[in-house]
C-alpha cells in the first residue's frame, strides 16, 4: 500500500547569509563560529518565542515552518533588528546579514523537511531581499497587511525561476524601517536607555459629554502611577492632552514623542455602569502586548477611577518588563547596557533554579559595574542572594551578610527605589527580625503603591509572622494588581506560607502544588508541599515530593529545615519538620 503524502497550509521562511563565500574567505573559523552564535543566541530565541521550528539547514541557509504567517513574520522581523544591534559596530565587510523570504502555501513534509512549490517561492524571494531585509509573497501580505503596522514597500510582479506564476513582492528592509535605526531623525528624539511609554488621552466613547471629565481623570491618574514606578521614562500628561480628540496612529505618536510603548483606551457610560477599555501596544513594531477591559458600576466615580487605574498600571508594569526581556535577550552579555542587565536579571531570578540565580548575579554584578549607582541592581542583587542562600545553595552566614551590604548600599543610593527597601525586607525575613521586614515591605509600597511584588513580599511576612488573615488581604493584592506576574508562582508560595501557618494543611499543599506547576525547579515549593501533605494524610504525595526535594537539595534534612526555616514562632517550624518526618524526608 502506498504511502499517503503528508501535506500542511505553512507559513514558510527561507533565509541565508548574504555574501557567504566571501565571508569564508576572509575569515573561515571566525564566520563559522559567528554564524553559531547567531543561530544560538538570535535565531534560536526568536524561533521558541514566535513558535517557529527550524524544517531544514545547509551551510549558509534555514529553512523554518510557522504555523501562523504573523507569527513567521513577527520572527523574521525580530531577527533582523536583533541581527541590526548584535553588529553595530562591527565593519561592514565582516558582519552577518540575512536575505529572508517568506510565503504562505501548501507544503510537503518529508520527515522534518518540507518540499513543495510554497517553499520554492519563498527561497526565491529570499534572493529579491535587501541584505538585512524581508521580502514578502503578495498571498503573505494579505494576512499580515493590517495586523502588524510595517512599512512595506510594493516591489511589483516578479517571474520566478521554476514558478509557473508571477508573484507580487512586498519588501521591508532596516533601511527604510524607523525602527531599527539607532539615531533619530532630525527634530525627533532619540529613545531613551529605559523603557519608554505616552499615555494617549483615553477617548470618551459615550453620548454623555460629562464622561469627557472621567475620561480625562484616568488619563492623568494612569499617567501619576506610571510617573511613580521607577526606571521607566513617563511623557507629561500636558505633553499627550494635546493629541485629545486626533485619530494618531500609535507609531506615529511613538516616533513624535521618542518613546517605545504606547497606553491608548476608552470609556464608554451607559446608565449607571461604566466600561473603560485598554491597550499596550509596541509602537516600533506594532505588536500588541496587553488588552483587557474593565466594567464596573458607577456607585463612587473616585473609587471607580482608583480602582481601574491601579488594574491597569499593575498589569502594565510586568508587561513592560516581559517585553524589554524580550527585546535584550537575543544581545550577548558584553553588549548589554546597566538596564539591559538588570531586566535579563530579573527574569533569570523569577526563574529560581540554582543556575538561573547564578546567572542572575552575574548580570546584576554587571550592572553595578557599569552603572555604581544602580540602586536597582544593588535591590535585585540582594534579594537575588538571599534567595539562593533560602534554598541552601549559599552558606547562609556568607551570604546574608553580603546581602545587607547591597541591601544598604541600594538605600544609599535612591532612598525612594522600592528594590532597595523589598531586599531590606528579605534581608530581615532571613533574620526572623519581622517588624523590620513589614516595615521595609511597606515602604517599597508606600514609595510605589502599584508593585505586585511589594504587595506579596508583605503578605508572605505577615504569614511568617503569624497573622495569616492581613497576609491573605496582601498576597490577594498582589494577585490582582498583576495576575500574569513572573512572580506568581512567588504568590502561590505566599499562600501555602499562610495557609500552612493557619493550619489549613490541605489549602497549603494546593497552593503548594500550584506554584510548583509553574517553577517545578524550586526548593522550597517542595518544602511546603511535601510538610503540608504529611499534615494533611496525603503520605503518597508527600513522598513523591519529597523525592524531588531531595533530589533538588541533596544535603536537605528535617533537622536543617527545622533549624533554618523563616517562620517566626518556632513552633511552625516544628510543624513543618513534623510533616516533613511524616512524609519520609531523612533526619
Known amino acids: ?171 521591508w528592509s532596516t533601511h527604510k524601517n524607523p525602527s531599527v535605526e539607532k539615531a533619530a531623525a532630525p527634530g525627533v528624539p532619540a529613545l531613551p536607555d529605559t523603557p519608554s511609554i505616552a499615555v494617549l488621552p483615553f477617548a470618551n466613547r459615550s453620548s454623555d459629554p460629562d464622561q469627557e471629565f472621567f475620561a480625562d481623570g484616568v488619563t492623568d491618574d494612569i499617567v501619576t502611577a506610571l510617573s511613580k514606578l521607577r526606571g521607566f521614562f513617563v511623557i507629561a500628561r500636558n505633553t499627550t492632552m494635546a493629541y485629545k480628540g486626533e485619530a494618531i496612529n500609535p507609531r506615529d505618536l511613538a516616533r513624535d514623542l521618542g518613546v517605545r510603548y504606547v497606553l491608548h483606551g476608552s470609556v464608554r457610560a451607559a ?112 534579594v537575588n542572594l538571599a534567595w539562593r542562600a533560602f534554598q541552601g545553595w549559599e552558606d547562609p552566614e556568607t551570604a546574608f551578610a553580603a546581602a545587607t551590604r547591597a541591601a544598604q548600599q541600594a538605600i544609599l543610593c535612591d532612598p525612594q527605589e522600592p528594590w532597595a527597601y523589598m531586599a531590606n525586607g528579605f534581608v530581615n525575613v532571613a533574620g526572623r527580625q519581622n517588624a523590620k521586614s513589614v516595615a521595609a515591605f511597606q515602604n517599597a509600597i508606600d514609595i510605589s503603591p502599584n508593585v505586585a511584588y511589594a504587595h506579596g513580599l508583605l503578605g508572605a511576612s505577615h ?39 493557619a493550619g489549613r494543611y490541605t489549602e497549603a499543599a494546593v497552593a503548594a502544588e500550584q506554584a510548583i506547576e509553574l517553577r517545578p525547579a524550586h526548593p522550597v515549593l517542595y518544602i511546603m508541599a511535601t510538610a503540608s501533605h504529611g499534615l494533611a494524610g496525603a503520605a503518597d504525595r508527600g513522598q513523591t515530593t519529597a523525592a524531588t526535594l531531595t533530589a533538588l537539595v541533596p544535603d536537605l534534612s528535617v533537622a536543617g529545615v527545622e533549624q533554618t526555616f523563616i517562620y517566626v514562632d518556632p513552633a511552625d517550624n516544628a510543624r513543618l519538620a513534623k510533616g516533613l518526618r511524616q512524609a519520609g524526608l531523612p533526619e
Open 1 to 171: 500500500m502506498t504511502e499517503r503524502t503528508q501535506r500542511r497550509l505553512a507559513a514558510i521562511v527561507a533565509a541565508d547569509v548574504v555574501g557567504y563565500s566571501r565571508l569564508i574567505g576572509i575569515d573561515e573559523e571566525g564566520t563559522l563560529n559567528a554564524l553559531r552564535a547567531v543561530r544560538r543566541d538570535i535565531v534560536g530565541p526568536a524561533l521558541a518565542t514566535h513558535g517557529g521550528r527550524i524544517a531544514n539547514t545547509a551551510g549558509d541557509s534555514l529553512l523554518l515552518e510557522f504555523p501562523s504567517v504573523v507569527d513567521a513574520v513577527r520572527c523574521a522581523l525580530a531577527v533582523q533588528q536583533a541581527m541590526a544591534e548584535h553588529h553595530a559596530g562591527v565593519p561592514e565587510d565582516r558582519q552577518i546579514k540575512f536575505r529572508v523570504g517568506i510565503n504562505v502555501g501548501d507544503v510537503v513534509a518529508d520527515g522534518d523537511d518540507l518540499l513543495g512549490d510554497g517553499v520554492n517561492v519563498a527561497a526565491r524571494l529570499e534572493n529579491l531581499a535587501e541584505p538585512g531585509g524581508i521580502a514578502l509573497s503578495d498571498d503573505a501580505y494579505r494576512h499580515v497587511r493590517d495586523r502588524l503596522d510595517m512599512a512595506w514597500q510594493d516591489a511589483g510582479e516578479h517571474a520566478l525561476k521554476n514558478i509557473a506564476r508571477s508573484i507580487q513582492v512586498w519588501h
Open 271 to 382: 446608565g449607571n455602569r461604566v466600561r473603560v477599555a485598554s491597550q499596550l501596544t509596541d509602537a516600533l513594531n506594532g505588536t500588541e502586548l496587553w488588552a483587557d477591559r474593565y466594567d464596573r458600576a458607577m456607585d463612587d466615580v473616585f473609587a471607580i477611577q482608583d480602582e481601574i487605574t491601579q488594574a491597569v498600571v499593575g498589569n502594565i508594569e510586568p508587561e513592560l518588563y516581559a517585553a524589554e526581556h524580550a527585546r535584550v535577550r537575543q544581545k550577548p552579555p558584553q553588549n548589554l547596557d546597566a538596564w539591559e542587565c538588570f531586566i535579563r536579571g530579573v527574569f533569570e531570578y523569577s526563574k529560581h533554579t540554582n543556575e538561573s540565580t547564578k546567572e542572575a548575579a552575574d548580570l546584576l554584578a554587571r550592572a553595578v559595574q557599569l552603572d555604581s549607582n544602580y540602586a536597582q541592581a544593588y535591590g535585585l542583587g540582594a
Open 463 to 501: 504569614a511568617l509572622g503569624g497573622r495569616p488573615d492581613i497576609a491573605l488581604e496582601c498576597i490577594d493584592r498582589a494577585m490582582r494588581l498583576s495576575p500574569r506576574d513572573i512572580f506568581g508562582e512567588e504568590y502561590h508560595l505566599y499562600y501555602a506560607f499562610t495557609h500552612f501557618q
